[in-house]
């Protein structure tokens, strides 16, 4: 823990001359707020960040410093300005490529040149070749194969009796077979990916801990695909690299989108749907509401995404092209902006009462997939994985419960997306 105060807000000195980017250093113009220094602690269970709950309500554009990298950014808190920044094309991701601006991790998870940090025509080119992949004709496919995973993995659990870590048991093996698929991945590589994952998603490891795994994983990629492009599959992998050898993408590019396809897929579903669980199993009334109430489940769904916090922090910036205003605050040209999703998603502007679970809540869209052109392209795989296992749960354990204390399950520590270490079940 850092000095943090119990209002989550530290003012912050300004950074030494030349320490950072020149935009960040300029002179402060007339209105502009002091700002906020963000440790980004990792917070247990469902634990809301004290720094953007108070930021969307008294402060919904603000300036914030974090741990690594250099100077300030503006951090975006409210739904509607959430929105507009990420709608907005004169925000650039290609220009955060080389520039250390202030954040959480101390490397970019993102790869340079990879999707995220891309703007048109590059970022349109590379997601037009994803996109058909994650749509909802190949997401419907998916099902009929996720359902059955589900209901075989939920089958073991059963058979070995309680209790069970339903992280092993079924929400980490179940995107692991879903990639297999997806991307012809073996299954005996999943062991060496995992530990990649862990790292490049962690926000306490060091920076050269972070490039050797990156360039570890990038030499597996670029092996995969030497050896798909001789012996091609029937999968989206195959495809890539297919347009790869055909000119549609640079062989940098293929190693960053399917390292970003990767991570995404193991880390982000295990976390969520673990931490839907843990929601439900300490929120009794609604969950007996959807137990009585099956048809619930894809509003439920939504609500969970919007509810749950799945991430420390926030993820990966925008500069300004163009002198521009946002809620009324001057942003200038070349600086760097966030938005946070997470917090736009509990705006009690948009959401009422919104630190409350309310499964049929309806309403507005959350933004747990973020908005715009970088909207999540897995948005409808991670939908679909998250209801088939909700949906296998409440059917084939109907009395399933947590089998230690809530305040007993361990929370990851030291990375980017939250969730529980191990979930222990019983039923
Ligand atoms: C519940 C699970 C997931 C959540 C909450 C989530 C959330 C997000 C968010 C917030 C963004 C960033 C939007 C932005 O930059 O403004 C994003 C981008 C992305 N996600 Fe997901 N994601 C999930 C699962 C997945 C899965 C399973 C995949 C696998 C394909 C995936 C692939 C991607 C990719 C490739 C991008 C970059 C898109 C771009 O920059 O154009 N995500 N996701």
């Given at each position: 823990m850092t000095?943090?105060r119990?209002?989550g807000s530290?003012?912050?000195?300004?950074?030494?001359?030349g320490?950072a980017?020149?935009?960040?250093?300029?002179p402060?113009g007339a209105?502009?707020?002091?700002?906020?220094h963000w440790p980004?602690?990792h917070?247990?269970?469902?634990?809301f960040d004290p720094?953007?709950h108070?930021?969307?309500?008294?402060?919904p554009?603000?300036?914030?410093r974090m741990?690594?990298g250099?100077?300030e950014?503006?951090l975006?808190?409210?739904?509607?300005h959430?929105?507009?920044?990420?709608?907005?094309?004169?925000?650039s991701?290609?220009l955060t490529?080389?520039?250390?601006?202030?954040?959480?991790?101390p490397?970019?998870?993102?790869?340079?040149g990879?999707?995220?940090?891309?703007?048109p025509?590059?970022h349109?080119?590379?997601?037009?070749?994803v996109?058909e992949?994650?749509g909802?004709?190949?997401v419907?496919?998916?099902?009929?194969?996720?359902?059955e995973?589900a209901a075989g993995?939920v089958?073991?659990m059963?058979a070995?009796g309680?209790?069970?870590?339903l992280?092993?048991?079924?929400?980490?093996?179940m995107?692991?077979?879903?990639?297999g698929?997806?991307?012809?991945v073996?299954?005996?590589?999943?062991?060496?990916?995992q530990r990649?994952?862990?790292v490049?998603?962690?926000?306490?490891r060091s920076?050269?801990e972070?490039?050797?795994v990156?360039?570890e994983?990038?030499a597996?990629v670029?092996?995969?695909?030497?050896?798909?492009?001789?012996?091609?599959?029937?999968?989206?992998?195959s495809?890539?690299?297919?347009?790869?050898?055909?000119?549609a993408?640079?062989l940098?590019?293929?190693?960053?989108?399917?390292v970003?396809v990767?991570l995404?897929?193991?880390?982000q579903?295990?976390?969520?749907?673990?931490?839907?669980?843990?929601?439900?199993?300490?929120?009794?009334?609604?969950?007996?509401?959807?137990?009585a109430e099956?048809?619930?489940?894809?509003?439920?769904v939504?609500?969970?995404l919007?509810?749950?916090?799945?991430r420390?922090?926030?993820g990966?910036?925008?500069i300004?092209?163009e002198?521009?205003?946002?809620?009324g605050?001057?942003?200038?040209s070349?600086?760097?902006?966030y938005v946070?999703?997470?917090?736009?998603d509990?705006?009690p502007?948009?959401f009422?009462?919104?630190?409350r679970?309310?499964?049929?809540?309806?309403?507005?869209?959350h933004?747990?997939?973020?908005?715009?052109?970088?909207y999540?392209?897995?948005?409808?795989v991670a939908?679909?994985?998250?209801?088939?296992?909700l949906a296998?749960?409440?059917?084939e354990?109907?009395?399933m419960?947590?089998?230690v204390?809530?305040q007993?399950?361990?929370?990851?520590r030291?990375?980017?997306?939250?969730?529980p270490?191990e979930?222990?079940?019983?039923?």
């Open positions: 000095g943090l119990t209002d530290v003012p912050s000195q300004r950074p030494p001359a320490a980017d020149p935009a960040e250093t300029a402060a209105g502009r707020p002091e700002a906020h980004v602690d917070l247990p269970a469902l634990d720094l953007l108070r930021l969307l309500r008294e402060e554009v603000a300036r914030i741990r690594h250099e100077g950014a503006w975006v808190t409210a739904y509607d959430v929105k507009e920044v990420a709608a907005d094309p004169r925000f991701r290609a490529v080389g520039r250390a601006v202030t954040s959480m991790t490397h970019t998870v993102a790869p340079a990879g999707i995220g940090r891309t703007d025509p590059d349109t080119r590379l997601r037009r070749l996109s992949a994650f909802r004709k190949r419907a496919a998916l099902r009929a194969e996720a359902e995973t993995l089958a073991r059963i070995q309680p209790p069970a870590d992280t092993r048991a079924l929400t980490g093996p995107p692991e077979r879903l990639l698929t997806l991307l012809g073996p299954a005996a590589d999943f062991g060496r990916i990649w994952r862990t490049i998603l962690s926000s306490d920076r050269q972070g490039d050797d990156k360039a994983i990038a597996y670029r092996e995969l695909a030497a050896h798909r492009a001789r012996r091609p599959g029937d999968d989206l992998f495809d890539l690299v297919a347009a790869q050898a055909a000119g993408l640079s940098p590019e293929l190693v960053s989108l399917t970003m990767v995404n897929t193991l880390d579903v295990l976390n969520q749907a673990a931490t839907m669980v843990y929601t439900l199993l300490t929120h009794p009334a609604e969950l007996e509401r959807l137990r099956p048809a619930l489940l894809p509003g439920a939504e609500e969970l919007r509810f749950v916090p799945q420390n922090g926030v990966m910036p925008r300004a092209t002198d521009l205003d946002i809620g605050v001057r942003i200038r070349g600086e760097a902006v946070s999703y997470l917090a736009a509990r705006d502007r948009v009422p009462d919104p630190d679970l309310d499964l049929a809540r309806g309403g507005a869209p933004l747990a997939f973020g908005h715009g052109a970088h999540c392209l897995g948005a409808a939908r679909m994985e998250c209801e088939v296992i296998t749960l409440l059917r354990l109907p009395g419960r947590l089998a204390a809530p007993d399950v361990r929370w990851r030291g990375s980017v997306n939250r969730g270490e979930l222990p079940v019983a039923w």
